[in-house]
C-alpha cells in the first residue's frame, strides 16, 4: 500500500536564498547550458514548470552538440546556436521562483 504523501506535488520554493539562484545561473552559464536540463528537471519536479521543459532543453542543447561533432561544424553555428540557448536558459533560471508565493 502507499502512502498518499509519496505522489503528493510538491508546491517548493525553486531557490530557497538568492545565492542559490546566482549559483545556478552562474553553472548554467558556465556550463555552455548543458547544466540547464538538470536545473528545469529538478523545477518541473517541485512542480515549477512542465516536464516537457527539461525535455525541450535537452533536445536542443544535448542535440546540436551531438549534431555539431556528427556534421563537423564548417560555418561555426554550433557556438551560436549554443550560445543562444545558454543566454535563453540563463534567464529562464533566473525567473523560475519569481511568482513563488507562500502558501501556494
Known sequence: ???????????????????????????????????????????????????AVPAVYAVIIYGTAVLGSLLGNPKNWVGGALSITMIIAAVHASILDADWKQGR
Open 1 to 51: 500500500m502507499s502512502s498518499p504523501h509519496i505522489n503528493a506535488p510538491i508546491q517548493a520554493r525553486m531557490y530557497m536564498k538568492a545565492m542559490h539562484r546566482v549559483i545556478w545561473v552562474v553553472a548554467v552559464v558556465a556550463s555552455a547550458g548543458l547544466l540547464a536540463p538538470p536545473l528545469l528537471f529538478i523545477a518541473a519536479k517541485k512542480r515549477v514548470v512542465t516536464m
